[in-house]
Structures are given as structure tokens and as C-alpha cells.
């Protein structure tokens, strides 16, 4: 037995709370980071030959089109399945234990934090339109544009979970199972599987790279807050599906292009950390309500001595 819930799960973060030998955190490190690359080299490159050999597409065309973010999106989601997987046969731990470990994964909570992160996004994307415009965009309707938008309303919810399941709740508690003490564990758990999130999205822009780490950072602690993954998915997946689908629709009715080389980002992308913080406290305040309401209905022992 290599792996277990801590017997104390009760009492710990989420995020500490499994235990497993040192050398299973550096398998699942492997694996994560090798099919990273090889499931979208693998998915693309079928992507790249419909494209390129029956759609005449130009080859040094590097545009997300339908078909090339479907392919990245599938070997995102591709990512959970697997990493629970790998857990279950070296590790042997459940996979329900990796999503929440104590309560029922709540499609209610989900529900309710996704309407209340699409009104942040909304906030967030009225003041970037005033004060960073694009000059170099137009908003445009094609049948290109409409295959994007249903890719992204489709997919797109599911590749940001993936990514939850995979960096928030397997990789943070792996990383975290190599200290004992819990709020250690949890700092050194949520530091490598933040900057292992932000190696990953290969980006050279400084101010692209303290985005994705503020998005590492700030998810899994809506995750140690609410106990499960319910709060990181759903703002994860509402920054992701706004993102994409104001790319989609601003755009010129073709691909999105993404440019993630340094000076692509500037200062402004300040204001997407702070919507990540404003995110955390609303989750904190949530989840203490909601944890002074479960306390409330407990029931009170009377003692019957006199």
C-alpha cells in the first residue's frame, strides 16, 4: 500500500490530505508532463493533416481554428482520466478522494459559483474592453466563428475541469504528501503545482507567466477553501470560456490567434489577478456562511447531570 487518505482528512486542508511514498509525487510529475506534450503533438498533428492535406490549409498557418483547438482541448481533457489512473494502480488511491475527500462533489455548488464567476468575467471583460482595446480585432460572424463558439461551449468547461482534476487535486496533494505538518504541506503543494501549471502553458511573456501562476495560485485556494473542486472548475472554466469566446467572435470570422511570446501581455493583466483574488474572498466568505449554517445544525448535547 504506497498511498492512503491521511486518517485525519477531517482535520487537514484539501490539498494535505493524502499520503504516499516520495517517488509516486515524481512518477505522476512524469507522466503529467510527457503527456502534456505527446497527447497534443499526437491530437494536432491529426488535426494538422485533415486541415493541411483536405482543406488546403497553409502549414505555417498557426491560428486555432475548430478543428486545432478541439485536438488541444481533447488532450487536455485526456489529462484527468489518465492521472486518476495512475493514482488508482501505484498509489491506490480512490478517485473520489482527489475531487473532494470529505463531502459529495456538488453539482448545486457548481452551479452556483459558475453563475457567480460568468458575473465577474462579465465585470472583468467590460473594463479590459475600456482600458486595453484591441486595435488589431473585429467582430465577425462565419461559419468558422460558429464552429469555434460551440467547440468552446462545449469543450472548453470540460478542459479547464481536467486541468482542476489534474493540477489542484492530484498534483497538489502529491507534492503536498511529502511533509507531515499541513500548513507546510499545503504551501509546498500549492507552490509546485502552480509553477508546474505554468511551465506547462509554455508562455515567454512575463506578464502572461504571472497570470497563469495567479490562476494556479488563487484556484487551489478556492479548492482548500470549499473542500473540493467545485469553486476552481467553475471559475477556471468561466475564465477560459470567456477568453475563448471573445476571441472567437473578435476574430475577423477565422481563427483565434494566440500569441504567447514575450510583449504579447502588458500591465493590464493585472486586473485578471485581481478579479483571481476577488474570486478567493468570495469564496472565503461563502464557504465560512456556509460552514457557520452546517455548525448550526448540528445538533447541541444537553447534559443530564444535575
Do not use: C
Not at 498557426?62 to 492521472?83: C, D, K, Q, S
Not at 486595453?132 to 464552429?147: D, K, L, W, Y
Not at 470549499?226 to 473578435?250: D, P
Not at 490567434?257 to 489577478?273: E, F, K
Amino acid at each position: 500500500m504506497t498511498a492512503a487518505i491521511r486518517p485525519d482528512t477531517a482535520a487537514r486542508p484539501f490539498g494535505a490530505h493524502l499520503s504516499m511514498r516520495w517517488w509516486v509525487p515524481v512518477l505522476l510529475t512524469v507522466v503529467v508532463v510527457g503527456a502534456t506534450y505527446a497527447l497534443q503533438r499526437l491530437f494536432l498533428a491529426a488535426a494538422a493533416i485533415v486541415e493541411v492535406g483536405l482543406w488546403d490549409k497553409d502549414p505555417h498557418d498557426l491560428t486555432l481554428t475548430p478543428l486545432t483547438y478541439l485536438a488541444t482541448n481533447l488532450a487536455i481533457i485526456l489529462l484527468a482520466p489518465l492521472t486518476l489512473v495512475v493514482l488508482r494502480l501505484v498509489a491506490k488511491t480512490p478517485w473520489r478522494s482527489v475531487i473532494t475527500p470529505v463531502l459529495r462533489f456538488s453539482w448545486r455548488r457548481l452551479g452556483s459559483y459558475t453563475v457567480l464567476f460568468a458575473g465577474l468575467m462579465i465585470v472583468l471583460n467590460l473594463v479590459l474592453a475600456v482600458v486595453q482595446p484591441s486595435p488589431g480585432s473585429a467582430f465577425q460572424i462565419t461559419g468558422t466563428t460558429i464552429a469555434l463558439l460551440a467547440v468552446v461551449l462545449l469543450t472548453t468547461p470540460l478542459q479547464a475541469a481536467a486541468e482542476e482534476v489534474v493540477f489542484r487535486g492530484a498534483l497538489t496533494a502529491a507534492y503536498a504528501s511529502w511533509i507531515r505538518a499541513a500548513r507546510p504541506a499545503l504551501i509546498i503543494g500549492i507552490s509546485l503545482s502552480t509553477l508546474l501549471f505554468a511551465f506547462l502553458h509554455s508562455s515567454s511573456d512575463p506578464w502572461m507567466l504571472l497570470n497563469y501562476l495567479g490562476l494556479g495560485a488563487s484556484t487551489a485556494l478556492m479548492a482548500m477553501l470549499g473542500r473540493g473542486l467545485e469553486a476552481s472548475i467553475a471559475f477556471h472554466a468561466m475564465n477560459n470560456v470567456f477568453a475563448m469566446v471573445i476571441g472567437s467572435l473578435f476574430a475577423f470570422g477565422g481563427g483565434i490567434s494566440q500569441d504567447r511570446s514575450a510583449g504579447a501581455a502588458g500591465p493590464y493583466m493585472l486586473l485578471s489577478i485581481l478579479a483571481q483574488a476577488v474570486a478567493v474572498v468570495l469564496v472565503w466568505r461563502i464557504e465560512r456562511k456556509r460552514n457557520r449554517a452546517d455548525d448550526s445544525e448540528k445538533p447541541v448535547l444537553r447534559s443530564t447531570a444535575q
